[in-house]
């Protein structure tokens, strides 16, 4: 109940602060910027770019945020640096909040679990279990005068008989006495629980111990001595069963007084009463002890705490998100440099074939920009050189906006190409054309080695189910060979 009030009180003071700055305080400066609108979140970007602009840049440094946001400087040209750097920061914060609101309403899920599909019937029943089964452990939470604990109970089989298997009878009684003791240094001083062994080792007997009618010991050994006198002597009988032979050995005892708390009283009390209830009949039903020293006693069943694994995993993922983030936007890097070389060789042929066709140097842009419209694997390079035609639809120079495309590409051939074109546009060269088909040429070469690379690296992949499949065929000619032996 207090982990459920926590959650709910904590979501609602969040929802109020975030309405709040969304709907009645929003920055100004959050409308200079165009938020990408594919984010099914947007809605929380108001907030999320109030946390940012006031609360995390403020704590985290600088070179921290450029290492999270670099690359996506590049994969979102024609956009203002802090347009692209509030865009991605506002994305991660977003997702945290989603993750953490999803936490949230897991904790509350948690929490109203109730009791249906446990072991406990009515409140006050176990269901035995059949015969042959053994004795069945449940775990229950036991409020007695709102103290709570769990207890365990064994549930014993619905109809008795208990015939075990043991070994050596002697061998077995001396083994018995000494290690009963347990912690306990005499069986003239006992004060600590008894070690009930319930197997002998490297022999088939199995002790049996007679505690039902010892109102000093119980079932696992624990005490009951909060008696008046200072000791008490008592018999403990251990029934030995070897085949079908039966040795009844008494084991004296004297066990000192203890002294109890209040807590231990009742819980003292109630493991008397469980263990008149638990008494062999033919009930189907265990009805656990109501009424203790006056004291109404309350059940219910005893679950795993599933919240703290939840709340584990939603905060490594929290912790995740910046880091899978920033992998995405690396490999999403590697992708457009990859797209950048594989469609080099292309442009240059491009280029001699329009500009040998007399066009000028836009109109072969135009002409290269409408012949990748459309097509796969050139979005990034398509992307590019549209921002390249709109910069120059804008009045900016052509040499200039190509040697913008230059650097934006991040690629030392194309620099290469770029200023080929643009010394041609200022001082003139009748060779324009040689140069270029000589850059064709080495381009195509380098083109061809990384076709070899990609095919190198192909097959490495292909080694692992390779040996995968060899492997199997052995187990499979392995397997026909030792069947025929």
């Not at 926590?6 to 929802?15: A, E, F, K, T």
């Not at 947007?42 to 999320?48: E, I, T």
């Not at 069986?187 to 490297?202: A, E, G, H, M, Q």
């Not at 900016?396 to 991040?410: P, Q």
Request: with cysteine; net charge positive.
């Amino acid at each position: 109940m207090i982990i459920k009030n926590i959650v709910l009180l904590s979501m609602i003071i969040l929802l109020v602060v975030g309405v709040i700055i969304v709907y009645r305080a929003p920055p100004k400066s959050y409308y200079n910027y165009n938020f990408n609108s594919k984010y099914l979140f947007k809605l929380l970007f108001p907030f999320s770019f109030f946390v940012v602009k006031y609360v995390i840049e403020r704590i985290v440094s600088s070179d921290r945020v450029e290492l999270l946001v670099g690359k996506s400087y590049v994969l979102n040209n024609g956009k203002s640096k802090d347009e692209v750097k509030y865009n991605v920061l506002c994305t991660i914060f977003s997702l945290i909040v989603i993750f953490y609101f999803t936490l949230l309403l897991g904790i509350l899920v948690l929490a109203n679990t109730d009791n249906k599909g446990g072991e406990l019937k009515d409140g006050y029943y176990l269901e035995k279990v059949q015969p042959g089964e053994g004795k069945k452990k449940v775990k229950l939470y036991k409020t007695i005068d709102n103290e709570t604990e769990i207890v365990t109970v064994y549930v014993p089989e619905l109809y008795p008989g208990d015939v075990e298997a043991n070994k050596e009878l002697n061998r077995a009684e001396e083994y018995i006495r000494i290690h009963i003791l347990g912690e306990n240094k005499s069986v003239s001083c006992i004060d600590k629980p008894l070690k009930l062994i319930d197997s002998i080792p490297d022999s088939i007997v199995k002790p049996r111990y007679l505690t039902e009618d010892n109102d000093y010991i119980n079932d696992d050994g624990s005490l009951n001595n909060d008696f008046e006198e200072d000791s008490i002597d008592t018999n403990l009988f251990v029934e030995l069963s070897y085949m079908t032979e039966v040795k009844k050995v008494m084991i004296q005892l004297k066990i000192i007084k203890k002294t109890y708390s209040d807590v231990d009283n009742a819980r003292k009390n109630w493991n008397n009463a469980i263990k008149r209830s638990l008494s062999k009949s033919t009930d189907k039903y265990v009805k656990l002890p109501d009424i203790i020293d006056g004291k109404k006693v309350t059940y219910k069943n005893y679950k795993e705490n599933k919240v703290k694994y939840l709340c584990l995993i939603f905060i490594i993922l929290i912790i995740l998100i910046p880091v899978i983030y920033k992998v995405m936007e690396e490999r999403k890097y590697e992708k457009r440099q990859k797209e950048y070389k594989d469609n080099y060789y292309i442009i240059v042929e491009k280029f001699i074939l329009y500009m040998g066709a007399g066009l000028s140097i836009y109109d072969s842009i135009l002409r290269i920009i409408k012949s990748f419209e459309g097509k796969d694997r050139v979005g990034f390079l398509l992307k590019d050189l549209k921002v390249l035609k709109r910069e120059t639809d804008n009045g900016i120079s052509v040499e200039k906006a190509l040697t913008e495309f230059g650097l934006r590409s991040k690629e030392v051939c194309y620099m290469k190409f770029v200023s080929l074109i643009v010394q041609n546009m200022k001082k003139g060269s009748e060779d324009i054309l040689k140069l270029l088909e000589i850059e064709a040429k080495e381009a195509f070469e380098e083109k061809s080695r990384l076709l070899m690379k990609s095919g190198e690296e192909a097959s490495t992949k292909l080694l692992l189910p390779m040996v995968g499949m060899l492997i199997i065929v052995m187990v499979i000619i392995m397997k026909a060979a030792f069947q025929s032996m």
